[in-house]
T-cell receptor, first 113, second 110 residues
Framework: GEEVAQTPKHLVRGEGQKAKLYCAPI?????VFWYQQVLKNEFKFLIS????????ETGMPKERFSAKCLPNSPCSLEIQATKLEDSAVYFC???????????FGQGTRLTVV | EDQVTQSPEALRLQEGESSSLNCSYT??????LFWYRQDPGKGPEFLFT???AGEEKEKERLKATLTKKESFLHITAPKPEDSATYLC???????????FGTGTSLTVIP
């Protein structure tokens, strides 16, 4: 597709439940990024992929967060046992090259209650 | 530590009143500087990429420039539809993550 598609737009989970977010990158883009926007305009890097391989996972809270980008499937970000502080907007982005601009999806707003 | 700082935090302009937004960065090995626009409830929308000092990019009322320590986004004769948050991000070093500033919230009053 010509734009990054994220689903769902909104997700509500009770504390301790699992949350799974999906991202279809732009066709032909090799890199996928996940960011968490908690406070207004504060973007926290989580993880990036080059095709199906993890490229940089320095931002991932490894205890409860995991992500995958498998061939011919949307990428996913999964949060096990959600906590209140996981409430945020999660953005996915894709880029065609290592040092090129990234194009963002519209985000998934996760609310943990 | 890599840092990206944007100023001002908020800016109110009258329609037609030109101004500039600043993005200063402290990184090792800049690979690219990127400007985005974000509207409420939406994802960041790509505007410009700058790679080296002296480079300039222009699109409609917006012009982005880059020096070795900072970038400016110049807005000429803004219109109300230019109201948004403008974000600056850099890529640096060997990783490929984007380091974002906290943005400038621009309001253009008719």
């Amino acid at each position: 597709g010509e734009e990054v598609a994220q689903t769902p737009k909104h997700l509500v989970r009770g504390e301790g439940q699992k949350a799974k977010l999906y991202c279809a990158p732009i066709k032909g883009h090799s890199y996928v990024f996940w960011y968490q926007q908690v406070l207004k305009n504060e973007f926290k890097f989580l993880i990036s992929f080059q095709n199906e391989n993890v490229f940089d996972e320095t931002g991932m809270p490894k205890e409860r967060f995991s992500a995958k980008c498998l061939p011919n499937s949307p990428c996913s970000l999964e949060i096990q046992a959600t906590k209140l502080e996981d409430s945020a907007v999660y953005f996915c982005a894709s880029s065609p090259g290592a040092s090129t601009e990234a194009f963002f999806g519209q985000g998934t707003r996760l609310t943990v209650v | 530590e890599d840092q990206v700082t944007q100023s001002p935090e908020a800016l109110r302009l009258q329609e037609g009143e030109s101004s500039s937004l600043n993005c200063s960065y402290t990184v090792s090995g800049l690979r690219g500087l990127f400007w985005y626009r974000q509207d409420p409830g939406k994802g960041p929308e790509f505007l410009f990429t700058l790679y080296s000092a002296g480079e300039e990019k222009e699109k409609e009322r917006l012009k982005a420039t880059l020096t070795k320590k900072e970038s400016f986004l110049h807005i000429t004769a803004p219109k109300p539809e230019d109201s948004a948050t403008y974000l600056c991000a850099v890529q640096a070093g060997t990783g490929n993550q984007f380091y974002f500033g906290t943005g400038t919230s621009l309001t253009v009053i008719p």
